[in-house]
């Protein structure tokens, strides 16, 4: 066949798949507009992981194409509210004109951020995700609001930890300073007072990163860490939450346990874990429904995600914990080659 029939021919096929995108795109109705509020910047797990999931569910479900803008409120770093003005005023004159359809705000402090703010988007259905029950004390969530909550059991976790090491005596609890790890210090505290005189916690909220190092590399027998997050040391340094418990894995001379099951793989032990990704498919799956027209607060979805009792292997080995202390229907990852991951029995 001559060049420029071959040409001809390629030109036909592609304005035919051009003109069929266009169909598709058209058929599926204008794009839906979804302002996402992220608590703590890009990447920042565990939040990030939920986000990760949700706008993937969301494009993938959606029977209409869906125009997301997702913004960063960084507000763990906000001493007081105030700070947030330019911020607030930028969301103000950004989405003046084009109004979303949904607001979707993930974790505590996008959450507490829409109680404060809930009239820059008055008549708008906002969902709330990835926030802890005990938040939902702090106010009234108001009217045409969803929320995918989070179970946080405090009491299980330490539980948890005193099953795989019965001989734990002393946990140590890793927080910073930010407004929302004082929230679960405060929480912390009143949950653990269940354990008195039987569990000495000790709190390194006020402690820089570099004293907390020194200070979880010699700890005394019978100890434990438990890691809920780390956003602000105490000398004032913003940390990813991530990295700081990586290294904190690395230090320390006793076994970690944390909440997330993003941070499952770090060094953590694992325990009672938060499902970030079931967190992330629950949320999109409401935000569909929302978006074809139920009214938010009135949703009947599928249950909340709950925890997940999951452990690293390699932790276990590493502390000398018996699978036979877990309890029962725990699942163990990262077992070594030609092993399988079974739950315990």
């Known amino acids: 066949m001559p060049c420029h ?85 930028f969301l103000r004159e950004r989405f003046s004109t084009h109004r979303p ?41 108001g009217e045409n ?55 000495t916690f000790t709190y390194l909220n006020q402690l820089s990163f570099e004293d907390l190092l020194s200070h979880v590399a010699q700890l005394p027998p019978g100890s434990a860490i438990f890691f809920g997050m780390l956003l602000l040391d105490g000398a004032g340094i913003p940390y990813d939450p991530g990295e700081a418990l990586r290294f904190i894995c690395e230090s320390a001379n006793s076994p970690v346990f944390a909440i997330n099951e993003s941070y499952l793989g770090l060094g953590v032990v694992g325990g009672r874990l938060i499902p970030e990704r079931a967190v992330g498919a629950q949320t999109a799956e409401v935000a569909l429904h929302i978006l074809s027209g139920e009214p938010a607060g009135t949703i009947e979805a599928s249950p909340r995600p709950s925890n997940v009792l999951v452990y690293d292997w390699r932790a276990l080995k590493r502390w000398s914990i018996s699978e036979s202390r877990l309890p029962p229907g725990s699942i163990i990852h990262f077992r070594c080659r030609f092993r399988s991951t079974l739950p315990v029995q």
């Open 145 to 199: 609001t969803e929320v995918v909550t989070v179970a946080v059991n405090l009491v299980g976790m330490v539980e948890d930890i005193l099953s795989a090491l019965p001989g734990t005596t002393n946990i140590e609890v890793v927080l910073g300073t930010s407004p929302i790890e004082t929230f679960w210090l405060n929480e912390c505290r009143r949950s653990f007072s269940a354990f008195s005189g039987r569990i």
């Open 5 to 89: 029939k071959i040409i001809r021919t390629i030109a036909f096929v592609l304005a035919w798949v051009i003109l069929l995108s266009f169909t598709e795109l058209w058929a599926g109705g204008p794009p839906r507009r979804v302002l996402l509020l992220d608590s703590f910047g890009r990447n920042v797990a565990p939040i990030s992981t939920v986000i990760s999931v949700f706008r993937t569910e969301l494009s993938l479900r959606s029977p209409e194409p869906i125009d997301l803008h997702e913004v960063s409120l960084e507000m763990a770093r906000f001493a007081q509210p105030e700070q947030e003005l330019p911020f607030v005023n």
């Open 101 to 141: 359809d949904l607001v979707v705000a993930i974790g505590n402090p996008a959450f507490a951020f829409m109680q404060r703010r809930r009239n820059l988007f008055s008549a708008i259905p906002v969902l709330i995700a990835g926030v802890a029950e005990q938040a939902l004390q702090s106010g009234p969530i």
